[in-house]
C-alpha cells in the first residue's frame, strides 16, 4: 500500500493540462479610486471593471462557468445568492474571530442590490470584526464592498449575477485582509542584474480551504510583467495536442491494453461520472490514472470549481493583461507519461484507481488487510493535507523536509518518478536564469511544481549557484 503514495509527488512536479478560466479579451481592471460595480447591459464580453476580480470568485466558488456568458447580467437568482452567501460565511467562519453579541435587525433579504448587500452583511455581522455594528451599507461601503456610479448605489435596483459575484468576493477579500490571513504559498525571491524574479512552488490541487489568497501573494501576481508556468495554459494548440495524446489512435481501446478485471473496475468507476464504456475506452491507462489522481485529492474542502492554484495565478494575470508564458511543452509533459511501459502504465492506473475508491476499493479484503489498506489511505490524506498546510502557511523548510526529493533521485527505481525529474530541474533554472539576465528592472512571476523548487538540483539551489540572491520571501 505504500505505493499509493509515491503518485502523490507528480502533485508537487507537474502542471495540469487544463485550460483555465479566462476572459476572451483580457482588460486591465477600472484605475483605483474610479466607482464602478453597475452593470446595466449585457455586452459582448464582461466589463472592463470586472476582470480583476473573476478569478478570486471562481476559485472560492461563488459562481461557475455562467459568468463568461450573458447571465451575468442577468439578475441574481435566489438559489445563486444563498451560495454565495453560504461560501462568504464558511470562509469568514475560517477567520476565527469572536463572534458578535449584537445581532441587530432583521434586514431585508431580496435580490435587490441593498438585499443583496443584506444577505452578505449578515455572514460577516456574525463576528465581531471593526466597524460591522455600523450596519449594512456603511460596514460595506467602508470594506471597499460597493461603489456604485455616478447616480448613487442604486440599491433598489435588481441586481445582477456579476455585481452580487463581486460583492461576496470583495467582502471575503476585505475580511481577510484585515487580518492578515489567506494562503501564503511556497514562495522564494530571486535577485540579480537588478532585476526580480519571484518563484513560487505550486502544489498542483484545489484542498485545505486553499483561498482566498494572502493580499501579499495577490500583489505580487499582479504585479508581475510575466507570469510563466510549466505550460502555457492559454494555448489552445497546446492543450489540443494533449488531448490528442491522451486518446488511441491505432485502432485499439483501453480494452486490449489492460486486464479484463481492471476495465470493468474503470469503467463502472466512471459511470456516475457520466462517463459511457465508449468514452472510456477511448483513453489510454495514463490519461485516466492522472485523472483519478486529480479526483482523489478532492475533499470537502475542495470549492466547488476544483481549481488548482496554478490555474488561479494563470486566470488572475491573464485577466489583468500581464502576458503569460509556458517553459515546458504539452507534448513533453505528455511523453513523460506516453513513454512508460505498458507494464508500469496498467499498475499506475490500479494503484490510482484504488486511490480514488478508498475504502470502496476493499471489497474481500481480510480484516487485517483491510487495516493496513484504511492506514494507507489514511497515510496518503496525511501526506497531502501536511504539504497544503505548509503551502498555505509558507513552511518552505518544512516542505523540504517532508517531500523526499533527494532521496528519490538518489534511487530512481520507480519509472514514473525518474521521468518526472529527469532533466526538467534545469531546464527551468536556465529560464530563470535567463530572465533575471534581461535588461533591467523587471519584475517577473514563476510558478512550476513545489518539488521543482527544492532539494540539490531545485531551482533555488540552482539559481545560488549561478550566484543570484535567493531568499524564501519574509512572511507579511
Not at 124 to 149: K, L, T
Request: aromatic share 8%; hydrophobic share 40%; glycine share 8%.
Amino acid at each position: 500500500m505504500k505505493k499509493l503514495l509515491a503518485f502523490l509527488l507528480a502533485l508537487g512536479l507537474l502542471g495540469g493540462a487544463v485550460p483555465a478560466l479566462a476572459a476572451e479579451e483580457p482588460v486591465p481592471a477600472n484605475p483605483e479610486g474610479e466607482p464602478a460595480d453597475v452593470t446595466v447591459a449585457a455586452p459582448a464580453a464582461l466589463p472592463a471593471w470586472a476582470y480583476g476580480e473573476i478569478a478570486d470568485g471562481y476559485a472560492m466558488g461563488l459562481f461557475g462557468d455562467e459568468i463568461n456568458t450573458d447571465a451575468y447580467s442577468q439578475t441574481v437568482t435566489q438559489a445563486q445568492l444563498d451560495k454565495m452567501t453560504q461560501v462568504a460565511a464558511d470562509k469568514l467562519a475560517l477567520l476565527n474571530v469572536p463572534a458578535n453579541p449584537d445581532k441587530g435587525e432583521a434586514l431585508v433579504i431580496d435580490t435587490t442590490r441593498g438585499g443583496v448587500l443584506n444577505a452578505l452583511y449578515q455572514a460577516a455581522a456574525a463576528y465581531s470584526f471593526e466597524g460591522v455594528n455600523a450596519g449594512p451599507v456603511e460596514f460595506m461601503r467602508a470594506q471597499g464592498v460597493v461603489y456604485g456610479d455616478e447616480t448613487g448605489l442604486a440599491l433598489d435596483r435588481p441586481c445582477t449575477l456579476l455585481e452580487a459575484a463581486c460583492f461576496a468576493n470583495r467582502l471575503i477579500l476585505a475580511l481577510y485582509d484585515g487580518q492578515n490571513a489567506g494562503s501564503l504559498g511556497l514562495l522564494w525571491k530571486a535577485e540579480g542584474n537588478g532585476n526580480t524574479l519571484y518563484l513560487l512552488g505550486s502544489i498542483h490541487t484545489d484542498r485545505n480551504n486553499l483561498y482566498p489568497f494572502h493580499k501579499q501573494l495577490r500583489d505580487i501576481i499582479t504585479g508581475a510583467d510575466l507570469a510563466a508556468f510549466e505550460l502555457d495554459f492559454n494555448s489552445q494548440e497546446g492543450i489540443d495536442e494533449f488531448v490528442a495524446m491522451q486518446t488511441y489512435s491505432d485502432g485499439t481501446t483501453l480494452k486490449d491494453h489492460i486486464s479484463a478485471e481492471l476495465y470493468q473496475q474503470v469503467v463502472e468507476a466512471l459511470a456516475p461520472l457520466g462517463m459511457t464504456e465508449e468514452q472510456v475506452a477511448m483513453f489510454k491507462p495514463w490519461a485516466l490514472s492522472n485523472s483519478f489522481t486529480a479526483l482523489s485529492m478532492q475533499d470537502e474542502t475542495t470549492s466547488e470549481n476544483a481549481m488548482a492554484l496554478d490555474l488561479y495565478v494563470n486566470s488572475k494575470a491573464t485577466n489583468m493583461g500581464i502576458p503569460v508564458e509556458g517553459i515546458e511543452t504539452y507534448a513533453f509533459q505528455g511523453r513523460i507519461f506516453d513513454e512508460l511501459s505498458p507494464e508500469y502504465q496498467e499498475n499506475y492506473l490500479a494503484m490510482t484507481l484504488t486511490m480514488y475508491l478508498g475504502m470502496d476499493a476493499a471489497g474481500d479484503m481480510t480484516e487485517e488487510e483491510r487495516a493496513a489498506y484504511e492506514a494507507a489511505l489514511k497515510e496518503q490524506d496525511a501526506i497531502v493535507d501536511l504539504w497544503m498546510d505548509q503551502w498555505k502557511n509558507r513552511d518552505v523548510e518544512g516542505f523540504a523536509k517532508s517531500y523526499p526529493k533527494d532521496d528519490l533521485q538518489a534511487n530512481p527505481s520507480d519509472e514514473l518518478n525518474s521521468k518526472l525529474f529527469e532533466g526538467r530541474d534545469p531546464n527551468m533554472i536556465a529560464w530563470a536564469d535567463q530572465y533575471l539576465k534581461q535588461e533591467a528592472p523587471r519584475t517577473g512571476l514563476m510558478t512550476v511544481g513545489a518539488g521543482h523548487m527544492i532539494g540539490k538540483t531545485g531551482v533555488v539551489q540552482g539559481l545560488r549557484d549561478l550566484g543570484y540572491t535567493v531568499e524564501a520571501v519574509p512572511l507579511p
